[in-house]
């Protein structure tokens, strides 16, 4: 359907410049997308990223306390009618000081003809899911295809959604091991997600310990400005494969620059994040390819069983705009929302 088609479409349940549909996060979270769903959704946009046919410039951040953010993150993919900003948040003290979750954040998605906003949505739901289908297809063509283990540091809302989402694309996996700083936090999400994960989900010692327990591993901490590395270089063996959600906050610099295979989900995202004072160290030179390379097929995945290799997905707003399409039409479908006057 092209950009003109699917504006009519949409103009028959939405006065397009007159009014814009605002969706909640709970109003997102009914319009059903199950985890099969934003994984293809996710797919579509990383192979849409990878093979060039998006227009995406470097989040744009402002950092107005220690280890905080706000990021401005527009992004355009032309064959997928997908158009729109996500403007999110991310405060770490927000549940001790005010007993607010860490991130919050909200969505503007466009008219490709017009230019006219469309819909106003939470973005939080939305980066909840594509963030961990993200790692997942990852692991698909990145780790062993035989791996059994996976380890998972950090049980917030993307190590819950991570431990969900896995299984759907490391289709052997057995074991499941999670690790947090906050004991009550593993214990709740294994209670939360034994019962619907086949695998056997493991409340770890260590970091070490499940370090050394997995084939594949992913961490979900806070990006800090200053890394302070939990995982040393030495734990870690070929064969492995890291699937990084926080730069190298968790990481030691010398495991990404000596991993056979480096990959990045956007090179010029990273730089920008290097020029804005992240990577201390100096960003790794030895990137191999971006993510949505790998996932369209342009570049090789793994090649050879004993191959480290580090994959760095720091979430682009090409997945959200994409998931936010299918938000926005699976919503009109259903009569969701509250259509606010432009």
Known sequence: MDSLAYRETIGKKL?????????????????????????????????????KETEMPAKIGIHPLKNTFFHAMPALVPGQNACGMKWVECFPQNPARFNLAQTSGLLIFNDMESG??????????????????????????????DAETFGMFGCGVQGVEHVRFMPHEMKK??????????????????????????????????????????????????????????????????GQTLLICDLDSFWEIETMRRADKFIVDDIGQHRH?????????????????????????????????????????????????????????RALEMGLGVKLPL
């Not at 549909?21 to 709970?26: A, I, R, S």
């Not at 934003?38 to 990383?46: E, N």
């Not at 004991?183 to 499940?210: N, W």
């Open 173 to 238: 996996l057995k074991k499941i091991y999670v690790y947090d700083i906050s004991p009550s936090r593993m214990d709740s999400l294994i209670e939360e997600l034994q019962p619907e994960i086949g695998a056997e989900i493991i409340k770890g010692s260590s970091v070490e310990q499940v370090v050394k327990s997995c084939e594949v591993l992913a961490s979900a901490t806070v990006i800090l400005e200053k890394p302070d590395p939990q995982v040393k270089d030495e734990w870690l063996q070929k």
């Open 15 to 51: 006065a397009i410049g007159k009014e814009v549909l605002y969706l909640t996060k709970e109003e997102c979270m009914s319009t059903g997308l199950d985890t099969k769903e934003i994984i293809s959704i996710t797919r579509s946009a990383l192979e849409a990223h990878g093979k």
């Open 273 to 329: 994040f290097e020029e804005a004072g992240y990577y201390p160290y100096g960003m790794p030179e030895n990137i191999y390819a971006e993510t949505g390379e790998v996932v369209a097929g342009i570049k090789a995945g793994r090649e050879r069983k004993d191959e480290l290799i580090v994959a760095s997905n720091i979430g682009m707003a090409v997945e959200d705009v994409v998931m936010a399409r299918a938000v926005l039409d």
């Open 116 to 145: 006219f906003p469309l819909a106003i949505m939470d973005a939080i739901w939305i980066t909840a899911k594509r963030t961990p289908a993200v790692s997942a297809l990852s692991a698909r063509h990145l780790a062993n295809p």
